[in-house]
């Protein structure tokens, strides 16, 4: 099984600021990662897949780079919408589908 | 308008069951594969079970295997959980999540709103 570990468990960021969350993967996953925002009592909803094409109407200043173990999403410009839990996914080798723990996005 | 909507879920004793439904509308329902996937009150999501299209491959978490059957109905439109054997640590938020229409992603593309079961005596 491929273990997905996401860091920080929690990030501080000043509206406005940029954000950067990291992913690391246990096995090579070549670019086969997901990103996903979810709030508070809400479902996760999709924002990047093959690490880096964004989701229909997920706005550009969310962006996804990474490939091979190593994967980054950045919110360029953070707005008060912005403030969630982030989940990283592989679907390179599988079952299972593995997620990251989340980093949860908070205000500074 | 994509649309997944569960239902099912509720109060169920240690040992109890349950049949999680998810109904979809706004796209060819018997076009896509299906997940099941859950979260527990204050943690991350976990991956429970896959069913393809046509219902020839279907997969399970280890947590899971063998307490948890999947199936759908193209003609009704849904995907179902059947949960048995039901244990403290299932009580969870439960969603139903399409993957994706590319051959060989496997990512989730739209999610219900989920569905909480809660396992309590």
């Known amino acids: 099984e491929i273990v997905m570990t996401q860091s920080p468990a929690t990030l501080s960021v000043s509206p406005g600021e940029r954000a950067t969350l990291s992913c690391r993967a246990s096995?090579?996953?070549?670019?086969?990662v997901a990103w996903y925002q979810q709030k508070p009592g809400q479902a996760p909803r999709l924002l990047i897949y093959?690490?880096?094409i964004r989701a229909t109407g997920i706005p550009a200043r969310f962006s996804g780079t990474g490939s091979g173990t190593e994967f980054t999403l950045t919110i360029s410009s953070l707005q008060s919408e912005d403030f969630a839990v982030y989940y990283c996914?592989?679907?390179?080798?599988?079952?299972?589908?593995?997620f990251g723990q989340g980093t949860r996005l908070e205000i500074k | 308008e994509v649309q997944l909507v569960e239902s099912g879920g509720g109060l169920v004793q240690p040992g109890g069951s349950l049949r999680l439904s998810c109904t979809a509308s706004?796209?060819?329902?018997?076009?896509?594969?299906m997940n099941w996937v859950r979260q527990a009150p204050g943690k991350g999501l976990e991956w429970l079970s896959y069913?393809?299209?046509?219902?020839?491959?279907?997969y399970y978490a280890d947590s899971v295997q063998g307490r948890f059957h999947i199936s759908r109905d193209n003609a009704k439109n849904s995907v179902y959980l059947q949960v048995s054997g039901l244990r403290a640590e299932d009580t969870a938020v439960y969603y139903c999540?399409?993957?994706?229409?590319?051959?060989?992603?496997?990512?989730?593309?739209?999610w219900g709103q989920g569905t909480l079961i809660t396992v309590s005596s």
């Open positions: 996914q592989q679907y390179n080798n599988w079952p299972p589908i593995t």
């Open positions: 096995q090579n996953v070549f670019s086969k």
């Open positions: 093959s690490a880096s």
């Open positions: 706004g796209f060819t329902f018997s076009d896509y594969s």
């Open positions: 069913i393809t299209s046509s219902s020839g491959t279907i």
């Open positions: 999540a399409r993957v994706s229409p590319s051959r060989g992603y496997y990512y989730l593309d739209y």
